[in-house]
Nanobody, 127 residues
Framework: QVQLVESGGGLVQAGGSLRLSCAAS????????MGWYRQAPGKQRELVAA???????NYADSVKGRFTISRDNRKNTVYLQMNSLKPEDAAVYYC?????????????????????WGQGTQVTVSS
């Protein structure tokens, strides 16, 4: 099946930078939109940034100008460059990808899009 693996989380000082990576592997027909979500303890999970296959991007207002999302289709990987980190950025960051897989039904190939999630990577920002 499909698996998403995040990396790059850790502890940084306020004002520092961190780069998150998320690599998709498995039975992938195509990858459409990819994005990053975050969730702090006791809070709702929120969209941080998203990027389409056409490289259109969308950012939460709280991270505009500080975070940059990008993707490398050759590596099936999405990145999140985080600069000028603030304590309020601390959260578990989850990678999300809309991935099409191919199945065969009665001899007919069909594609099905499904949202896959990584297990999350912890980002801690100290003052």
């Amino acid at each position: 099946q499909v698996q998403l693996v995040e990396s790059g989380g850790g502890l940084v000082q306020a004002g520092g930078s961190l780069r998150l990576s998320c690599a998709a592997s498995g039975s992938i027909f195509s990858i459409n939109a990819m994005g990053w979500y975050r969730q702090a303890p006791g809070k709702q999970r929120e969209l941080v940034a998203a990027i389409t296959s056409g490289l259109s991007t969308n950012y939460a207002d709280s991270v505009k100008g500080r975070f940059t999302i990008s993707r490398d289709n050759r590596k099936n990987t999405v990145y999140l460059q985080m600069n000028s980190l603030k304590p309020e950025d601390a959260a578990v960051y989850y990678c999300n990808a809309a991935i099409e897989t191919r199945t065969v039904v009665a001899g007919t190939p069909r594609t099905h899009e499904y949202d896959y999630w990584g297990q999350g990577t912890q980002v801690t920002v100290s003052s």
